[in-house]
């Protein structure tokens, strides 16, 4: 049926409001699938970034792990993607509400078939939906490839429970080359009068690695060192004279802390577990 053709004025309002509903649908349709996509994408990727990064962030051996960073950077690229999908999704719905303005005028002027009207309604959508859709994938791709690879990549390189026994092993060796590590530093010998050297060993079972807590005090500063006992090397450092509220020096692994609380939430990290 065309336009042209003579119909009663009720029946040419009635196809008028239809056009018009069908008008808003599309647009809230467009809208309300664009935006429930980009919220879905952005939650996922951007969720597993922030929760990866706190999780590297309190765990060394994930920070050293190369699995992480690949993971970190595909949960990025999804973030990415979803802003790319955000664009062309924008500008699609765009394009199609003008075209569908444009060729609604034009029906009324008699210029367009009622079937064609609808038809190149449909075929510009679907031609224009391409690009999002691969924006879209390539999102939800970065997703699920980050979140196999760091699950997996946990499982295979978690550590194996330890028995009662072996547990005290490993903390006993550790004890033993943490006092080997103190006396060749020198021990509490090196103390000056009036100050207090101690240290103690901590064997964490999570990274399998050797800690030692040294500290010294006296009346005028307290001072703590942690020490990788496996790598011979001193990885965290506490300054903080009495007379000043906050520590002169106070970081672990290039992490800065400013105050004794803060420290101690860091080296929890390598003393527990």
């Not at 467009?30 to 309190?58: D, P, Q, T």
């Not at 008699?110 to 999002?132: I, M, S």
């Not at 800690?211 to 307290?222: G, R, Y």
């Amino acid at each position: 049926m065309k336009i042209l053709d003579p119909m009663p004025a009720d029946v040419r309002l009635e196809i008028k409001t239809n056009i018009q509903n069908h008008t808003e649908v599309l647009r809230e349709l467009l809208s309300a699938s664009a935006a429930m996509a980009r919220k879905y994408l952005i939650l996922v990727n951007a969720g597993a970034a922030v929760a990866l990064m706190a999780f590297m962030e309190n765990n060394q051996l994930v920070r050293s792990a190369s699995a992480a960073w690949v993971s970190l950077g595909l949960f990025a690229g999804g973030v990415m993607a979803c802003g790319i999908l955000s664009a062309f999704d924008y500008h699609n719905q765009l394009d199609a509400f003008q075209v569908w303005l444009r060729d609604s005028n034009m029906f009324f002027r008699n210029e367009l078939d009622l079937d064609d009207l609808y038809g190149t309604l449909n075929t510009h959508v679907q031609r224009k939906a391409t690009w999002p859709i691969i924006a879209g994938y390539a999102a939800l791709l970065c997703f699920m490839a980050g979140a196999s690879l760091s699950v997996g990549a946990f499982f295979l390189h978690r550590p194996a429970e330890l028995s009662a026994e072996q547990l005290f092993a490993e903390e006993t060796t550790c004890g033993t080359s943490a006092r080997d590590w103190f006396t060749k530093l020198g021990g509490d010998h090196r103390a000056a009068a009036g100050d207090v050297r101690e240290m103690e060993s901590h064997y964490n079972r999570q990274l399998n690695r050797c800690f030692a807590v040294l500290s010294e005090t006296n009346p005028e500063f307290v001072s703590f060192q942690l020490v990788d006992v496996n790598q011979n090397e001193p990885i965290g450092f506490y300054v903080q004279t009495l007379r000043d509220k906050q520590p002169s020096k106070c970081e672990i692994e290039h992490r800065q802390c400013h105050s004794g609380k803060e420290w101690s939430s860091l080296i929890a990290t390598y003393t527990k577990g």
